[in-house]
């Protein structure tokens, strides 16, 4: 600035030197353009990815068969019996 350069000059300047990393926000071309694209697109294909999971998985369940969970009298008998040979074995041990 002494020497009479502009803003613009210092920074065409800076950026010859040091390269456009020296900028708070590069310019939007050739790779720079890549950096400044590349997380956007890959939050959205994230999303579309999540969002085709969710879909799919619904379908899935609401295609699967419908399993009834009514207990019958045979599920009850079983569980009796079941109990009475667990009480008959820790008597054994008591």
Known sequence: MREGHTKDEIKKLFVKKYGATVLISPPFSGFNLLVWTLPFV???AAGYFIYRYIKDR??????APKVSKKRTEEDEIEDELLRASIEEEMKKYR
């Open 42 to 44: 890959g939050i959205a």
């Open 58 to 63: 619904e379908e899935r369940m609401a295609n």
